[in-house]
Nanobody, 125 residues
Framework: QVQVVESGGGLVQAGGSLRLSCTAS???????MGWFRQAPGKKREGLSC??????TTYYADSVKGRFTISRDGLMQYLQMNSLKPEDTAMYYC?????????????????????WGQGTQVTVSS
């Protein structure tokens, strides 16, 4: 049984940083993993994906240059710098069943099979 658990969310002032962590226990291999977020009243948004060995990464334009995804085996991280109030959302970790991020489909929810419960990030102005 696969269990995905995120941690590291919290309240931070604009311009600050947070580092989210995620562990995906029970996976049989280092499958691609991703980060999503959902703000109240908005659709879930794909933020980033990292391939099985960390060799390939993808970022949404909204976070490119500010967020950095990394992994160490079945652990993955999202370093978030220069945070803005519009980054306020519930952040979700997801794990897929392929080694790659599936190219142009990396930001689609259907690319990932396993999901965490989310960790709240709130950025105050």
């Amino acid at each position: 049984q696969v269990q995905v658990v995120e941690s590291g969310g919290g309240l931070v002032q604009a311009g600050g940083s947070l580092r989210l962590s995620c562990t995906a226990s029970g996976l049989t291999w280092n499958y691609a993993m991703g980060w999503f977020r959902q703000a109240p009243g908005k659709k879930r948004e794909g933020l980033s994906c990292i391939s099985w060995n960390g060799g390939t990464t993808y970022y949404a334009d909204s976070v490119k240059g500010r967020f950095t995804i990394s992994r160490d085996g079945l652990m993955q991280y999202l370093q978030m710098n220069s945070l803005k109030p519009e980054d306020t959302a519930m952040y979700y970790c997801a794990a897929g069943t392929a080694l790659s991020c599936s190219g142009s489909r990396w930001y689609e929810e259907a690319t990932y099979k396993y999901w965490g419960q989310g960790t709240q990030v709130t950025v105050s102005s």
